[in-house]
């Protein structure tokens, strides 16, 4: 398993978290942006910078990922790509993305760009918070635990 920020407008506390939470489990974690990142010495951490332009960087991510993989990304289509070739998704706010709730997301977000395109302020979303940063830590932590239990080979009887 292997952990992809979709990093461009990722927020730098949440990077952060990550890179903790990398270098704790020693899970190779891959930061792809259009631009320069830093990122802390680390075996487990690396940036990919990837080219501007519309989806270049999601389409890297979704290009490079294998199932069971986590991608970290706010971006609901991206998200949707992630979970139709069977990894997992959660945003920065800590929400994971399902099967079952992948569709309603898109259908909103779908829904509000045409808001948007027609000229109806729809406003941002809410100011990133210390809720949601630990929201996104403890579904982090609990996604990651249950994704090392499932990669664990049953013991053997001897």
């Not at 070739?85 to 779908?110: D, S, V, W």
């Amino acid at each position: 398993m292997q952990i992809w920020v979709d990093a461009d407008a990722c927020p730098g506390v949440i990077k952060e978290i990550v890179f903790r939470a990398a270098e704790r489990r020693q899970i190779m974690t891959i930061l792809v942006a259009n631009q320069m990142l830093r990122t802390p010495p680390s075996k487990f951490i690396r940036a990919v910078q990837v080219p501007s332009g519309f989806d270049v960087a999601d389409g890297h991510i979704v290009d490079r990922l294998a199932a069971g993989d986590l991608v970290i990304t706010a971006d609901i289509p991206l998200a949707s790509a992630v979970i139709d070739r069977g990894a997992h998704a959660i945003n920065p706010r800590g929400e994971l993305y399902t099967t079952a709730n992948i569709q309603e997301r898109l259908g909103l977000r779908n829904f509000l760009e045409e808001l948007r395109s027609s000229g109806v302020q729809t406003g941002g979303p809410a100011a990133f918070s210390q809720a949601d940063r630990q929201a996104f830590a403890n579904q982090l932590d609990r996604l990651l635990t249950r994704l090392a239990g499932a990669s664990t080979p049953p013991p053997t009887s001897r």
